[in-house]
Structures are given as structure tokens and as C-alpha cells.
T-cell receptor, first 115, second 115 residues
Framework: GAVVSQHPSRVICKSGTSVKIECRSL??????MFWYRQFPKQSLMLMAT?????????EQGVEKDKFLINHASLTLSTLTVTSAHPEDSSFYIC???????????FGSGTRLTVV | DQQVKQNSPSLSVQEGRISILNCDYT??????FLWYKKYPAEGPTFLIS?????DKNEDGRFTVFLNKSAKHLSLHIVPSQPGDSAVYFC??????????????FGRGTQLTVWP
């Protein structure tokens, strides 16, 4: 089946630094990648949608200059949290949509803690 | 505004009995619904889905029922097993079966199956 590899699984960074999260589709081409954020006991909230080779579409309220998304190839998308602050601490999950059929494959998530 | 709602944050069921997880939605344009299972610090895993042209879909111990007039769907797990203990997310899409559409998630229901 389709697999999405997400790294790192956990990261702790200092306030003001930047963190990059990678999502790779291992055995299929991810035409579209979705980035979600989940706070404790909350739903998965869509942050942005990225299509390979084009600029990401951000949801209302998500700062595009703070959460940089790059989808340079059909197998790799990255989310960079710039100038991280403690309130950015959250669980970030990517999801890939492929042409294989109607379905979404999720990465394993990244727990970001900003101290 | 939460377009997909799971009003029960938790459910506790004895092993062998039926688990019924409920989900309501407000957007009548949703035409595809999915259930995901999620363990802590992991990405969601797809369980079962249903198209709006159906009212029931069954896969082993899992059955999803859709009542479009009530904008309600439910996931039945029979018989429940301790390994089913996880958070279950209901999700919906309005892209008419497109592989590129976004998902709208509920807040999840924590299912605990006790021996």
C-alpha cells in the first residue's frame, strides 16, 4: 500500500529558531500534499494544501510567511516553521493524495515542542 | 465553524460488545465520508469509507451507516476488541470523488474497550 514517511517524529527547538519537517511518499507520486496541525484533544486542522510545482494554498488564519511549504517534487513536501514560538508547539501531520485512487495516506506525524 | 462534529469525546465498551461512534455534519455538499483510527503520536490510519450514494458499507467488523437526510453517520464495531482502543476521527469531503480534495475532520472520539 501507499506509504508516507514523515520526519522527524519529534523535535525540540529553541524559541526563534526554524524547524523543517519532511514528508516523502515512498511508493507513489503525491500530486497533492496536505499539512494538518492538531492540538491536544482537538481535531486535525488543515493548514495548507500544496500541489507539486506550485505555491501552496493556505487556510484562513495560517501565516504563509511563518509556515513555509515546499512541494518541489512528486515525492517530497516540506513544512518549515520559521522563528518558532512556544505557541507553535503542536502535532503536525502531512497527508498525501495520489492518482492511485480516492484515498489519503497520512504520515506518522511530528511532535514539535518549542522551548 | 466545525462542519463535522463528533459530540462524544469518549466511549467505553466491554470486549465483545458493539461500539457505536457517531458523527454529524452540516455541509450538504459533502459526498464522501471516511473514518480514521489514530493512536497517540501516530498519524491517522484509514478504516472505512462511504459514498453519499450508499447508506451502508461493511468491512469485516466495521460497518458505516449514512443517513443523508439527518446528516448523520455512524461507525459500528462488532465485536469490539481491546486493540480497537484508539481515537476515531470522522472525516468528510466535498470534492465528488476527486483524489485532490481536502478532508474536514471531527474532533475525534476516544474509544476504550475493556476486557
Amino acid at each position: 500500500g501507499a506509504v508516507v514517511s514523515q520526519h522527524p517524529s519529534r523535535v525540540i527547538c529553541k524559541s526563534g529558531t526554524s524547524v523543517k519537517i519532511e514528508c516523502r511518499s515512498l511508493d507513489f507520486q503525491a500530486t497533492t500534499m496536505f499539512w494538518y496541525r492538531q492540538f491536544p484533544k482537538q481535531s486535525l486542522m488543515l493548514m495548507a494544501t500544496s500541489n507539486e510545482g506550485s505555491k501552496a494554498t493556505y487556510e484562513q488564519g495560517v501565516e504563509k510567511d511563518k509556515f513555509l511549504i515546499n512541494h518541489a517534487s512528486l515525492t517530497l513536501s516540506t513544512l518549515t516553521v520559521t522563528s518558532a514560538h512556544p505557541e507553535d508547539s503542536s502535532f503536525y501531520i502531512c497527508s498525501a493524495s495520489s492518482q492511485l485512487g480516492y484515498g489519503y495516506t497520512f504520515g506518522s506525524g511530528t511532535r514539535l515542542t518549542v522551548v | 465553524d466545525q462542519q463535522v462534529k463528533q459530540n462524544s469525546p469518549s466511549l467505553s465498551v466491554q470486549e465483545g460488545r458493539i461500539s457505536i461512534l457517531n458523527c454529524d455534519y452540516t455541509n450538504s455538499m459533502f459526498d464522501y465520508f471516511l473514518w480514521y483510527k489514530k493512536y497517540p503520536a501516530e498519524g491517522p490510519t484509514f478504516l472505512i469509507s462511504i459514498s453519499s450514494i450508499k447508506d451502508k458499507n461493511e468491512d469485516g467488523r466495521f460497518t458505516v451507516f449514512l443517513n443523508k437526510s439527518a446528516k448523520h453517520l455512524s461507525l459500528h464495531i462488532v465485536p469490539s476488541q481491546p486493540g480497537d482502543s484508539a481515537v476515531y476521527f470522522c472525516a468528510a469531503s466535498d470534492d465528488r470523488g476527486s483524489t485532490l480534495g481536502r478532508l474536514y475532520f471531527g474532533r475525534g472520539t476516544q474509544l476504550t474497550v475493556w476486557p
